[in-house]
Structure formats: structure tokens, C-alpha cells
């Protein structure tokens, strides 16, 4: 069977069916953009925060 699906999307959408799957509170949702699996975990990280883990090694 073919259909007019990239392969991103085909993997998106399993991965999004996969998570489904799991028993943790956490529900994985597609991402509005690139349709990819997200989930929210504390809060956003931005690049002053990856700069200060960075340097405190």
C-alpha cells in the first residue's frame, strides 16, 4: 500500500501511538508545527539555561 506520506510523518505517528501506549500520567501530543511527539516535563529550557549547565561542568 502507498500512500503520499512522508516518512516523518509515518514515524511521528507511530511514535505518537507507541507513547499512547504507556501507562505513565504523561500523554505525548503531536507537536503543532513538525507533528513529532512532545510532552510537557517542568518547564521550558532556554538557551541561558543550557549555557549555565554548561558551564558549571
Known amino acids: 500500500m502507498r500512500t503520499d506520506r512522508s516518512?516523518?510523518?509515518v514515524i511521528a505517528?507511530?511514535?505518537?501511538?507507541?507513547l499512547a501506549q504507556t501507562e505513565?500520567?504523561?500523554?505525548?501530543?503531536a507537536h503543532p508545527i513538525t507533528?513529532?511527539?512532545t510532552v510537557r516535563v517542568g518547564r521550558r529550557v532556554d538557551s541561558e539555561d543550557v549555557?549555565?549547565?554548561w558551564?558549571?561542568?
Open 35 to 37: 507533528g513529532f511527539p
Open 24 to 29: 505513565d500520567e504523561q500523554q505525548p501530543v
Open 55 to 57: 558551564d558549571d561542568e
Open 7 to 9: 516518512l516523518s510523518s
Open 51 to 53: 549555557a549555565t549547565l
Open 13 to 18: 505517528e507511530l511514535t505518537l501511538r507507541g
